[in-house]
């Protein structure tokens, strides 16, 4: 069994060396995996993978010894199968979905992470409804085998996947369970009003309620947060409410060592901090001076 950590984070990924550059982006932080979505997280324009070096990129992840097993794809955040208000919306979102599917795949890369819904004022029965008639909708009909990972969310506005008895109705009402995994995203659990400080218990309900074998990805976020504020806003590793000695517990916890763990903390002084927070991470040891050395005053 592997028991190397398996560290990355979201990066980049544009012109002109697209997948390249996410892939030299990681190298330079000391990663050994990372997180890209295929285009703007915030639109639905896409440019064709074979614009974007996917060939290139799955041949230079081999060279540099990254294995593509443990990369993640995230799909944008307007897409929104759980809108059961708005036809267009949700149209939108399984159009999307189901093409998003072959391109995560066209990088070699087997899962997205993907935001359940929101129910937008309908209520979470129909939010969830709705979920797994999209989830349905798009996996009966795939090719491209991809898991696409519903996220543990915190909870925000009208946002489903707050608990793990919501990712559990999706998952019990979705026919190809094997293309389904989870998420497990601290500042989320954190915000939505779990104690994240009890990584045993929180895993142990985790178990119980969806099934360990389903977590497939671990975002490690630190929250600005107070426990159960339903906000979402992360913060960098050690520097909020969860705190450097928490968050080392899930990355280096025997029960998820298999599973690749992805920073999304955020940028300091317009500074991507991973090369620093993956250095407190290895060397185990907090760098309290981290906003000060990205130039934070
Ligand atoms: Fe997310
Ligand atoms: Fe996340
Ligand atoms: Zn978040």
């Keep these: 069994m592997d028991k190397k950590l ?27 995996t990372f ?20 060939a290139e990129g799955i041949k230079y992840l081999k060279e540099k010894g990254i294995d593509v097993n443990h990369i993640v794809a995230h799909a944008p955040y307007i897409i929104n199968l759980g809108n059961s208000v708005k036809p267009e919306t949700y149209e939108l979102a399984v159009t999307f979905l189901q093409d998003e599917l072959q391109r995560v795949a066209d990088f070699g890369i087997k899962m997205v992470v993907m935001h359940p819904g929101a129910h937008v004022g309908a209520g979470v029965e129909a939010g969830l409804t709705q979920i797994i008639e999209g989830l ?16 543990t969310m915190a909870g925000k506005g009208t946002e489903i996947g707050r608990t793990f008895e919501e990712i559990r109705a999706i998952i019990d009402g979705v026919h190809k369970k094997e293309q389904l995994g989870v998420c497990l995203d601290t ?29 497939k990805v671990v975002h490690v976020n630190d929250s600005k947060n107070e426990r159960g504020a339903g906000k979402d806003r992360h913060e960098n590793i050690g520097f909020g409410t969860i705190g450097y000695e928490t968050l080392m517990k899930y990355i280096y916890s025997p029960r998820l060592a298999h599973l690749p763990k992805i920073l999304e903390t955020p940028y300091v002084n317009g500074v991507p901090p991973y090369g620093h927070e ?12 981290l906003k000060v050395e990205l130039g934070e005053n």
């Design 35 to 54: 997180m890209i979505y295929t285009g703007a997280p915030q639109n639905t324009r896409r440019l064709a993978t074979e614009d974007m070096k996917a």
């Design 187 to 215: 500042c989320h659990i954190n915000d939505a009003g779990y104690d994240v400080h009890d990584i045993d218990g929180i895993l142990d309900e985790f178990d119980r309620i969806i099934g360990l074998e389903y977590l």
């Design 278 to 289: 993956i250095k407190m991470i290895k060397d185990k040891v907090w760098n309290p001076n």
């Design 136 to 151: 349905n909708t798009v996996l009966d009909n795939d090719k491209s085998g991809t898991i696409i990972a519903l996220e």
């Design 6 to 32: 398996i560290l990355g984070s979201h990066v980049g990924m544009s012109a002109p060396d697209y997948y390249i550059g996410s892939i030299n982006e990681a190298l330079s932080y000391g990663a050994n």
